[in-house]
């Protein structure tokens, strides 16, 4: 996390379309700190309940309960335990929130396992659904939360909060330091109006190639990175199953991970609101990634492009960060995305319409056999997407609008 010091002026990135989180040093009363500490035990318990439910769990055996199935769990704890129902529900609920998460990631292979939070050490709750209310600012250098059970606690006001903060989280460090961290969901940007289209084509290459001319790529890891990664991968298999060493790895390898997906994050935040603030309309290829991703014949779909492109395609679209892209563009500019059927945009010259699978020379390069005319194959194809031309599978002309009668006429007569 970047953290600003005194009165640095936050860029616009920050304020509005980041979603990072912004942390602020909370500086509660000594009354205020006994309930926040008691917030912070519930959640702990609450979190090591579910590791529990989790480590019991073994292949054979009913599986472990789910996020609801434990929500109502907690419900009947509460009814029992009088302690548990003096704290409030939703920092209890919250914590089995960001276990489901944490378990998620474990699955995806981004994280460990979620393990024991031990007193003292990780402490911490969250708190969802804030309203514009819940904070304020009382002088220039301070401002302050409201908080469950516990009443308004002040912060030190180090740089602009976001109006639209939706969720903060309240940690404590190991020093005894207190923290809020607040969420904020970035709104739409703002159309520019200036009627401007532009197609983006997804690459395995390059990450994304505009109409424009521009070709964006996402930056995972650098060469070096990859190296070490590969490097510990193979220690990892080296490795005595519940040794240490493999545990270190295995950490080792998680955060380099992480790192990846971080900065792809980044880019996709930064590509969408650049793209949004750009042009009116934007247009994209409706492609599933989840089954693109899955099966590599779920291409099939999408004819047009070469097989050689499959090789590595599962990690070439995760690592771009195209579905993300898609739906934070969507966010960010709500009812000017446009989805165009994805069949030919490659083959199709972008200049005279001419289909031929051969004008595709390479993976990176387009040479019209009609016309002559030569581009990158990736812009080509962008270009062919922001005029909304695509060909349909049956060889007619297709178009991006929706669905009208003639293409079902089509259908019949062809039956
Ligand atoms: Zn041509």
Known sequence: MVRREGNAAPSLQDIRYSVRMSRYRLTPSIEQEAILLGHCAHARFVWNLAVEQHR???????????????????????????????GPQMVQQQALRDFAQAMTNFMTGT???????????????????????DVRRLTRKTGEVRIPKVGWVRFRWSRPVAEDAKSYRITRDPAGRWHV??????????????????????????????????????HGLTVCEQRRLRRLERRLTRAQPGSNRRITVKRTIARLKT??????????EKTSTDVARRFDVIRVENLNVGTMARSARGTADAPGRGVAAKAGLNRGIYRSG?????????????????????????????????????????????????????????????????AGHAVTARGGLGDARPVNREPQLLLLTAQ
Request: hydrophobic content about 35%; aromatic content about 8%.
């Open 181 to 218: 961290a607040f969420a904020s969901a970035p709104g739409p940007v703002p159309a520019p109006a200036n009627g401007e289209v532009v197609g983006i084509d997804r690459g395995i290459i390059v990450s994304a190639a505009l109409s424009t001319g521009e070709m964006v790529s996402a």
């Open 322 to 386: 195209w579905g993300l892209l898609v739906r934070r563009l969507e966010e960010k500019a709500p009812g000017r995305v446009e989805k165009i059927q994805p069949a030919f945009t490659s083959q199709r010259c972008s200049a005279c319409g001419h289909v031929d699978r051969k004008s595709r020379e390479s993976q990176a390069h387009f040479r019209c056999t009609a016309c002559g005319y030569a581009c990158n194959a990736d812009i080509n194809a962008a270009k062919n997407i922001a």
């Open 259 to 268: 790192r990846e997906a971080d900065r792809r994050k980044d880019w996709v």
């Open 56 to 86: 019991w769990w073994r292949p054979g055996r009913a599986s472990a309960p789910g996020y609801l199935e434990q929500c109502r769990q907690l419900t009947a704890a509460r009814a029992e335990h009088t302690w548990l129902r003096e």
């Open 111 to 133: 994280h460990g396992r979620p393990s024991w939070r031990k007193a003292g050490r990780h402490e911490g709750f969250r708190i969802v659904a804030v309203k514009p209310g």
